[in-house]
């Protein structure tokens, strides 16, 4: 049905008619001496006209319920540029300046954007499940990313968002298998105490290699290398691509930093030329470690044998599922790595909060053991480090809660009415502003944009009743329906809507990691305060940076600038071994 104009467009457009009829008749009438001015007049009412027109179309809402739109100053192409320019910080900076806005229409080309700031619809959004979905958006973004081919493509796409009791595809194989492994139980306890124990003789190897030779390292590049050692190790085995390949680790870093240019997908071996050059040495690497059968290997995980399993079954060859790989060990470095920095950073800037973390690990999660060194061996117990350490857990929330601006995004599967008010066009995009929701005041406090170390301390010990009555009203405005959230990192704090923390995700997109990955960030922590201390390169404090938000928001984000330390061995340190 063709667009109607409201009737203030009808009335400009017949307004500027008549004006071009006037300028073509001045034009026709003018000797040549006085054309070229008139022409150019003539262009720039045009484009005037052109832009005007196409301004005001892009605030035409598509149905009356349609959230409020948010017009670009580049008619339709305005936000998207917006976004390639300033990443993850433009779309925040808009709800942040739209805080009346529970959501808002981003017009773009063809299709709309819709964004959620909101956690009472975030968690309506959630548990859309039927009409709004996540898995029909994978296929262009994983051929994108990893660069499958079109024979592979195809069979990612089939069978992608069955419903109950239909046949499953071979990412709801993969999704739900990830599930059964991560989930709470013997098997996720497992995986962890492997990811600890691997993270440990690492830290260990390397305090007894500088005991008494302290180094200048940049904090974030030393973190990473201990992570994607251990990982790489724990995951794949002793002959993992990583450990034969170690200048693998640099291409893997190449292509996390080039996942932006990637996903734009114009010739992405010239525009994103590092990522693709990276990403296709894991991906060769990978295809080496499965053709010759290394993931059948003592000391290989069984999920990633079961993975492979599932890929072959559903038809993909070994060279394609290497790059099914790299987006595996992709998940399980990256945000690990990164939120280990800004715990370890925001504890030593703080020296007063430092001591205090070793007390309380020492008190809660820690038993010393006398043998006859020099130094006591330490028994870590990580599942105490939950629920007897409120301090660094509240400190590892809280990094969660600063560094994390992801988007959760679905796609509109047919017209939708969320929660009775709100219409979302069919084929048209949502994203739950992650970045917005962590900043919103009515949610955290005055201090929301800024880092509180015991916030969640504080949050769980207040009564119900001293928390903001905007967040009193959002969070009793779904208590009986936040399902979907429950299981959340966040789910006990008073006063905070279980939507409302989005470091994980939410719904169907919750991170099945998440239990892992709290399990081996907060041991990892544990590990690098007790064994090493931190001092700024040049002396003096050591200086939080503020985060890079001018990218797409991948994952937690980076700093703005490098943070160079020197690591000292701790008199005291001593090697730890994790015992549960």
Known sequence: MPLQLPPALESLQETLQSLFQSIFQDVSNSNSNS???????????????????????????????EPPVIAAGVPYVGHLLGMALWGGRYVKGIGLKNRDKPVFTLPVPFSRIYVVTDPTLANAVQRATKTLSFMPLVPDITKRVLGFDATHDAILRKDIDPEPGQPKGVLQDLHDMVWSYLGPGQTLTDLSLRASRELARQVNSYAADHDRDPEVVSLLVWIRHFVAVSTANFLYGPRNPIALHPELEDSFWDFDHGLGALLMGIFPSV??????????????????????????????????????????????????????????????????????????????????????????????????????GEKPTRLLDQEALKTNCPTLMSVFRESLRVGSDFYSTRLVKTDTLLSG??????????????????????????????????????????????????????????????SSGKDTENEKVKGVHPAAFRAFGGGKTLCPGRHFATHEILAFVAMIVLTVDLEAEGGG??????????????????????????????????EVVVVR
Not at 347 to 363: H, I, M, Q, W
Not at 444 to 473: H, N, Y
Request: glycine share 6%; proline share 3%.
């Open 35 to 65: 054309n070229f001015a008139t022409l150019a007049t003539v262009v720039a009412a045009v484009a005037s006209t052109v832009y005007l027109v196409l301004y005001r179309l892009q605030s035409v809402k598509r149905h009356a319920d």
């Open 421 to 482: 008010q709100y219409f979302f066009a069919k084929d048209s995009v949502v994203q739950i502003a992650g970045g917005v929701i962590h900043a919103d005041t009515g949610i955290w406090g005055a201090s929301a944009d800024k880092f509180d170390p015991v916030r969640f301390i504080k949050l769980q010990q207040q009564p119900s009743s001293s928390a903001s009555s905007t967040t009193l009203t959002r969070a009793s405005s779904t208590s009986s329906s936040a």
């Open 271 to 372: 525009t994103a030329g590092k990522a693709y050059r990276g990403r296709e040495a894991l991906a060769k690497a990978f295809a080496e470690y499965l053709e010759e059968s290394r993931h059948n290997d003592d000391g290989v995980s069984p999920i990633i044998r079961k993975r492979i399993e599932l890929l072959l079954q559903h038809g993909f060859s070994l060279r394609e599922a290497s790059r099914s790989e790299v987006s595996f060990l992709f998940a399980g470095i990256v945000n690990t790595a990164t939120t280990t920095f800004w715990v370890v950073l925001h504890l030593f800037a703080r020296p007063d909060l430092l001591n205090y973390v070793r007390a309380e690990l020492l008190a809660g999660a820690i038993t010393e053991l006398d043998m006859g």
């Open 541 to 574: 404090k050591i200086v939080v940076p503020e985060k890079e938000d001018g990218v797409m928001p991948v994952h937690i984000l980076e700093p703005k600038r490098d943070v160079r330390v020197k690591v000292r061995v701790r008199k005291d340190g001593g």
